[in-house]
């Protein structure tokens, strides 16, 4: 399972981070950093929540 | 019992994001969603921003990918209407007919507010869906001298923000002292009102529209306002506030009082739940008994809502409580104006980093020594760090002294 955010949409909302934070990260430059871009497969229902509560609809699993 | 098939009203983002849900625990019976509007599930928020800018073509806020939806196996009946529902009977009547049905799901939603007497006005609009945004669109685009914005809540002040974006001449009218005043409070209310002032906005507060002047060809031409004043306008966008579509349960045996009214982990009765703007439910987090008509909780609340419906209670599954911490952004001009909590007016209010000033600040509210909200301009991380606070319960006296 691979996280793609499309930073072209991304807004930094955030949301993300809360979910995952050991995957997001919004830093004080108002902008998200991937800390983990392959996240282990018994994560994926952490990970799709991110994808489905990102207001810009950001955020893609490429499996 | 085990459920056979659920019948989710309302295919707007609660309902489909609760049949993915239905769909991710397994659920393999049929699923059918029924929506008054014609269109597939789309995304909202996009519409009073990038939709009514002009930014974005409709094709893009479609909430559903096609390859998607074969997976999902999902029935969607469009351009229906839900018109009742006999709870004894577990009869659901649409303006197609009526069928006796399994699980019920209701996600209808909430309409717009609209002032007395100016639905037939041409030129007057609401902004809730998507055929009202490609309305006010088609306006926009003619031109107008002016455009009156009543209501300076979040799709008010959303709307004229997007029509200063566009080079309109905007006056916003607000009946209290300041935009978003009662929820927020006046201090943080005032910062909204300079935002708008500087962005250029006419904005009129503590004043009400007493009617809408029309022209010979039965379109606005002016505003008159409480005060005696009168605002030219070709345009007028209204926004104050929504009403939940509960119509259709009226008789229905459910109760019904300002929302479908659920237990604490949204059952409305058994096999029927609720979620979304049309759920009011008892959230023990904050002692309350609320109805949130956030973009954030539509998903939250229809998965909650949809696994609430699967819990078989026969076979000695307990249901969880519904206990979100609720969230929303708004986009105002360069400013994202992020809330998490359930705060009031007479809260205490301590910013914690940033200043008023630079509006861009986090600002957090306590009521005796509980932290319940927090609010933030263009200050993301920092909302999502305090909004895990208060979901942890962490006290306002340890969450101002925090250093994040």
Sequence with gaps: MKIVVDFDLCESNAICMQIAPDVFEVRDDDFLYILN??????????????????????ISIED | MARQSIHIVGASLAGLRAAEALRRANFAGPITLIGDEPHMPYDRPPLS?????????????????????VD????FRLGERATGFDLESRTLTTTDGAEVVDGLLVATGARCRTLPGSDAIGGVHVLRGLDDVLALKADL????????VVGAGFIGAEVA???????HAVTLVEALPTPLGRVLGDEMGQVCADIHIENGVDLRTSVGVESIEIDDTGRCAAVLLSDGSRVEADVVVVGIGVVPNTEWLESSGLTIDNGVVCDETCLAAPGVVAAGDVARWPNRRFDEVMRVEHWDNAIEQGVHAARRLLVDEDAGEVADAFVPVPWFWSDQYDRKIQLAGRVRPDDDLVIVTGSLEEKRFAALYGRGDRLVGVLGFNRPRHVMQYKTMIQDGVSFAEAIAAKI
Excluded: F
């Design chain 1, 37 to 58: 871009e392959s996240p282990a497969e018994d994560d994926r229902g952490r990970m799709e929540e991110a994808v489905q509560r990102c207001p810009k609809q950001a």
């Design chain 2, 72 to 75: 999902l196996n999902l029935k």
């Design chain 2, 49 to 69: 921003k990038q939709v009514l800018a002009g930014d974005w073509d409709v094709d893009r806020i479609q909430l559903t990918k096609p390859d998607r939806l």
């Design chain 2, 141 to 148: 685009d003619a031109g107008p001298s002016r455009v009156v």
């Design chain 2, 161 to 167: 923000a997007t029509c200063r974006g566009r080079g």
